[in-house]
């Protein structure tokens, strides 16, 4: 008499997930960036040292108290930023579920928007230090301190405005939106990498700036 034999299944090989291609691509972006950033930083540093008497002069007309009131919104906009992230990746919850004044209650679009408004106050506080700076005579074409201030913060408050871009976009796109899934998802990840990224250069150009005089 045979016995028939069972065969013995073997647990399936749980295959490494790949990682998404979008989140690599914008870091890869990002490296390219602070390379950049990198290279303005280097001027800076070039120019203040063939230069020392013209910065020790020249910034004194900044404002730091201002300056460092406008740097504390741009940190805290990280948090927000991350908070709308937190809604959107761990709840799949882009709009608030109670009051507007309900604040854990908030979806991602909520958080998103408050990081907007925070950005644009910088963007604005910032372009009025250009205009007093302006009316003491500290222009680009004026010497090199002004060409090394308004290039260096230019450019950053250039990216901080894409940002603002990239926020109304992720937002629209959230609102429009029939199925809030993993491409809306990527989206709002990818743009707080981007906004994270814009902070952490702020705070060591601020200190650059601001700081060593």
Do not use: C
Request: charged fraction near 10%; aromatic fraction near 16%.
């Amino acid at each position: 008499m045979t016995t028939a034999t069972v065969p013995i299944s073997t647990p399936a090989r749980k295959l490494p997930s790949r990682p998404n291609v979008t989140s690599v691509g914008t870091i890869v972006w990002l490296s390219s960036e602070l390379m950049f950033f990198a290279g303005l930083f280097a001027m800076y540093f070039t120019l203040r040292a063939s230069s020392g008497d013209l910065w020790a002069q020249e910034t004194q007309a900044l404002n730091v108290p201002l300056a460092f009131v406008n740097t504390a919104i741009l940190v805290a906009s990280s948090i927000t930023v991350q908070f709308g992230v937190f809604a959107a990746e761990n709840h799949h919850k882009p709009l608030r579920s109670g009051s507007i004044f309900q604040i854990t209650k908030w979806g991602m679009v909520e958080w998103y928007v408050l990081t907007f408004i925070m950005g644009t106050i910088f963007v604005a506080v910032q372009t009025y230090e250009y205009a007093v700076l302006i009316s003491h005579g500290i222009t680009i074409p004026a010497n090199a301190y002004g060409s090394a201030f308004y290039i260096t913060t230019g450019f950053h408050a250039l990216h901080v405005a894409g940002g603002l871009v990239a926020f109304l976009f992720i937002i629209g796109r959230a609102l429009l939106a029939k199925n809030f899934g993993h491409h809306e998802i990527t989206g709002a990840i990818v743009t707080s990498y981007y906004w994270h990224f814009v902070d952490v250069v702020w705070i060591v150009l601020f200190a650059i700036v601001y700081f060593l005089k």
